[in-house]
């Protein structure tokens, strides 16, 4: 078994037996082995206040030179203190590795094995934590860069996935794409920004390496170690460029931090304080966070290292939100209860893994830390992935992670493209939802975003066959709020507040043939509003033969739209907004779509009704 299986929120090791052909993510997922049209993929192991001054690390002259046994700690001081904080690392056996003054975090080298307990004994610091049980590698004093792959020519085209429908993202392009003035970081394993769907749309001057803790801003260190991160990368952003795959919000920016370290590919706390930092000093609206920071699955405020962990990351998120910067987290692939936590049998995962006792003051971070929204992971069909941690109070929001056979296909490095499944593959596409939601209202703050989400969230009930999934419809522990639904999300400055109604049935719409499709409304008193939102996703190889309407239960019939006959654009995905007022909202409306010519089929996939 690969190491990397074993180490990170992985399913339990005889499930993962039966998934020989699936590898566990380096962060939260696991994924089936990539897959390429015309040429295969190597397969991979996949899966502080506004005010204050920049967060730029300060770097304290040249770092001595690495020696075996050298250990990397978390020195937390008020951010008043930082200067003595950093003269009193060295009067007890470590240096300065690099420093964010303005939150009051150090990281710190050495190789004494008393180093910690030392610095705790000095006055002014807050706390001290060794961030991993085994050696910093010899390349963070001289870090190479990642390879820079070949670029492989797709035949792919374009088309709608599972997932992006699920979440209706195909019908918010529609409304919006995304704007270029959002940026997205991918704190992840990197990013291939010279892949032929994220070219367009990635921010090399933002982008970085945070691996070991330090900013890395050389050309290309930004790059991926793994695959995970540009899969990652092509679910939030790929560009909609006719080639491949679309990402949720094609038209806004990505930039790359990568915190992976190389080899290892884990995910440390240093590098993790350096990614936030990073985002919030350069102005990223959203980050994803597809991992969990190793080498301890939780973290726990009882044990000295752990609470300095937890106190550095919550610090440097705290900072980023406060510059406008709002996280979303996987919530891991272990199909655990985050809400009653009894054991971690998978930590430390950088030495030996010791089988311990936890309670639910134990973090998963970054995805616990107030502020960050959380994210389990459905199937194609809204069904809870079967791998997916949930939890009563702790997860936020759902979307599409793919199970067993049906995964998320998304950009790989080398301009592939393959299937990954896990919560790793959930979170970015609510990254993308929450960047589409800051394109339509640059003024949104992160609190903004995160109640955007919640009430945009299609609601999904408990199953009635899994007793672990508590609450109710509107908001348990399978789902949180729901499903993320990218169409309300886009619908306007605020959330959608009338009655949904919605028929996903499919109703094929042969040659010169009228056909309709019924929805019936209930609970709705008067008539219907001035502003009635239609959502229409047809499928249909030639629009021009299309003439689509509205049928009021009175029978009264709204045009909305008589496509050109010369219009040979494929599919109709679009929101219509219909003054109704004069129909009574209440009885069965029919969405009625008239092909005129032959030679051209197609399908009304879904429709939906927003009074």
Same mark, same amino acid.
């Given at each position: 078994?690969?190491?990397?299986?074993?180490?990170?929120?992985?399913?339990?090791?005889?499930?993962?037996? /039966?998934?020989?052909?699936?590898?566990?993510?380096?962060?939260?997922?696991?994924?089936?082995?990539?897959?390429?049209?015309?040429?295969?993929?190597?397969?991979?192991?996949?899966?502080?206040?506004?005010?204050?001054?920049?967060?730029?690390?300060? /770097?304290?002259?040249?770092?001595?030179?690495?020696?075996?046994?050298?250990?990397?700690?978390?020195?937390?001081?008020?951010?008043?203190?930082?200067?003595?904080?950093?003269?009193?690392?060295? *009067?007890?056996?470590?240096?300065?590795?690099?420093?964010?003054? #303005?939150?009051? $975090?150090?990281?710190?080298?050495?190789?004494?094995?008393?180093?910690?307990?030392?610095?705790?004994?000095?006055?002014?610091?807050?706390?001290?934590?060794?961030?991993?049980?085994?050696?910093?590698?010899?390349?963070?004093?001289?870090?190479?860069?990642?390879?820079? #792959?070949?670029?492989?020519?797709?035949?792919?085209?374009?088309?709608?996935?599972?997932?992006?429908?699920?979440?209706?993202?195909?019908?918010?392009?529609?409304?919006?794409?995304?704007?270029?003035?959002?940026?997205?970081?991918?704190?992840?394993?990197?990013?291939?920004?010279?892949?032929?769907?994220?070219?367009?749309?990635?921010? *090399?001057?933002?982008?970085?390496?945070?691996? %070991?803790?330090? #900013?890395?801003?050389?050309?290309?260190?930004?790059?991926?170690?793994?695959?995970?991160?540009?899969?990652?990368?092509?679910?939030?952003?790929?560009?909609?460029?006719?080639?491949?795959?679309?990402?949720?919000?094609?038209?806004?920016?990505?930039?790359?931090?990568?915190?992976?370290?190389?080899?290892?590919?884990?995910?440390?706390?240093?590098?993790?304080?350096?990614?936030?930092?990073?985002?919030?000093?350069?102005?990223?609206?959203?980050?994803?966070?597809?991992?969990?920071?190793? #080498?301890?699955?939780?973290?726990?405020?009882?044990?000295?290292?752990?609470?300095?962990?937890?106190?550095?990351?919550? +610090?440097?998120?705290?900072?980023?939100?406060?510059?406008?910067?709002?996280?979303?987290?996987?919530?891991?692939?272990?199909?655990?209860?985050?809400?009653?936590?009894?054991?971690?049998?998978?930590?430390?995962?950088?030495?030996?893994?010791?089988?311990?006792?936890?309670?639910?003051?134990?973090?998963?971070?970054?995805?616990?830390?107030?502020?960050?929204?959380?994210?389990?992971?459905?199937?194609?069909?809204?069904?809870?992935?079967? %791998?997916?941690?949930?939890?009563?109070? $702790?997860?936020?929001?759902?979307?599409?992670?793919?199970?067993?056979?049906?995964?998320?296909?998304?950009?790989?490095?080398?301009?592939?493209?393959?299937?990954?499944?896990?919560?790793?593959?959930?979170?970015?596409?609510?990254?993308?939802?929450?960047?589409?939601?800051?394109?339509?209202? !640059?003024?949104?703050? !992160?609190?903004?975003?995160?109640?955007?989400?919640?009430?945009?969230?299609?609601?999904?009930?408990?199953?009635?066959?899994?007793?672990?999934?508590?609450?109710?419809?509107?908001?348990?522990?399978?789902?949180?709020?729901?499903?993320?639904?990218?169409?309300?999300?886009?619908?306007?400055?605020?959330?959608?507040?009338?009655?949904?109604?919605?028929?996903?049935?499919?109703?094929?719409?042969?040659?010169?043939?009228?056909?309709?499709?019924?929805?019936?409304?209930?609970?709705?008193?008067?008539?219907? !509003?001035?502003?009635?939102?239609?959502?229409?996703?047809?499928?249909?190889?030639? +629009?021009?033969?299309?003439? /689509?309407?509205?049928?009021?239960?009175?029978?009264?019939?709204?045009?909305?739209?008589?496509?050109?006959?010369?219009?040979?654009?494929?599919?109709?995905?679009?929101?219509?907004?219909?003054?109704?007022?004069?129909?009574?909202?209440?009885?069965?409306?029919?969405?009625?779509?008239?092909?005129?010519?032959?030679?051209?089929?197609?399908?009304?996939?879904?429709?939906?009704?927003?009074?």
């Amino acid at each position: 078994m690969s190491p990397l299986i074993s180490r990170r929120l992985g399913r339990p090791a005889a499930a993962l037996a /039966v998934l020989s052909a699936m590898a566990l993510a380096t962060p939260t997922a696991f994924a089936t082995a990539a897959t390429a049209t015309t040429t295969p993929t190597v397969p991979g192991a996949v899966s502080a206040p506004a005010a204050q001054a920049p967060a730029a690390p300060a /770097v304290a002259g040249t770092a001595a030179g690495w020696a075996a046994g050298t250990r990397a700690y978390l020195v937390i001081s008020a951010p008043a203190d930082i200067a003595a904080a950093k003269t009193a690392v060295a *009067a007890k056996g470590g240096t300065v590795f690099a420093s964010y003054d #303005p939150i009051g $975090v150090i990281v710190a080298h050495s190789t004494s094995a008393g180093f910690a307990a030392a610095l705790r004994t000095v006055t002014g610091i807050q706390q001290v934590g060794a961030t991993r049980t085994s050696d910093v590698p010899a390349d963070a004093y001289s870090p190479a860069l990642p390879a820079n #792959p070949a670029q492989a020519a797709t035949t792919l085209t374009e088309s709608n996935r599972w997932d992006m429908t699920q979440i209706k993202a195909d019908q918010a392009w529609s409304v919006t794409t995304g704007s270029p003035s959002v940026k997205v970081g991918v704190l992840d394993t990197g990013v291939d920004d010279q892949h032929q769907d994220l070219a367009p749309n990635f921010d *090399a001057a933002d982008s970085v390496s945070c691996a %070991y803790g330090k #900013p890395d801003t050389r050309s290309g260190a930004w790059r991926d170690v793994d695959t995970h991160g540009t899969h990652v990368a092509g679910t939030i952003a790929a560009a909609k460029n006719g080639k491949g795959v679309i990402g949720v919000a094609p038209g806004v920016k990505i930039a790359s931090v990568r915190i992976a370290e190389p080899t290892s590919t884990l995910f440390y706390a240093e590098n993790t304080v350096c990614g936030f930092v990073w985002a919030g000093d350069h102005g990223f609206k959203v980050t994803n966070n597809s991992y969990y920071t190793d #080498p301890w699955q939780f973290n726990c405020p009882n044990d000295l290292d752990q609470a300095a962990i937890i106190e550095g990351v919550k +610090r440097a998120q705290e900072y980023a939100e406060g510059k406008g910067s709002l996280q979303v987290a996987a919530a891991g692939n272990s199909n655990y209860d985050l809400a009653n936590k009894t054991t971690d049998t998978e930590s430390p995962n950088d030495s030996t893994k010791v089988a311990r006792t936890i309670s639910n003051a134990c973090l998963d971070i970054p995805t616990e830390l107030p502020g960050v929204v959380t994210v389990a992971a459905t199937g194609s069909g809204s069904g809870k992935a079967s %791998y997916s941690n949930f939890g009563r109070g $702790v997860i936020d929001v759902a979307a599409p992670g793919g199970d067993g056979a049906t995964g998320v296909y998304s950009t790989l490095p080398g301009g592939k493209y393959g299937t990954k499944s896990g919560t790793s593959m959930a979170s970015p596409h609510v990254t993308g939802v929450a960047a589409l939601i800051a394109s339509t209202d !640059p003024s949104l703050t !992160p609190a903004d975003i995160r109640a955007r989400l919640a009430g945009q969230a299609n609601d999904l009930a408990c199953p009635a066959s899994d007793s672990r999934c508590t609450g109710t419809t509107a908001n348990n522990g399978f789902f949180g709020e729901g499903q993320v639904d990218a169409l309300k999300a886009v619908g306007g400055a605020t959330p959608p507040t009338g009655k949904y109604f919605e028929n996903t049935a499919d109703v094929a719409i042969p040659d010169n043939t009228t056909v309709e499709s019924p929805i019936t409304v209930t609970g709705v008193s008067g008539n219907a !509003p001035a502003a009635l939102k239609v959502g229409v996703d047809i499928k249909h190889t030639y +629009r021009g033969d299309l003439v /689509v309407s509205l049928v009021a239960p009175d029978g009264t019939v709204y045009l909305l739209e008589d496509f050109p006959n010369n219009d040979s654009t494929d599919n109709v995905a679009k929101t219509y907004t219909v003054n109704a007022a004069a129909s009574a909202a209440n009885g069965t409306w029919k969405l009625r779509v008239k092909d005129g010519a032959s030679g051209d089929t197609g399908t009304i996939d879904a429709w939906n009704l927003t009074f």
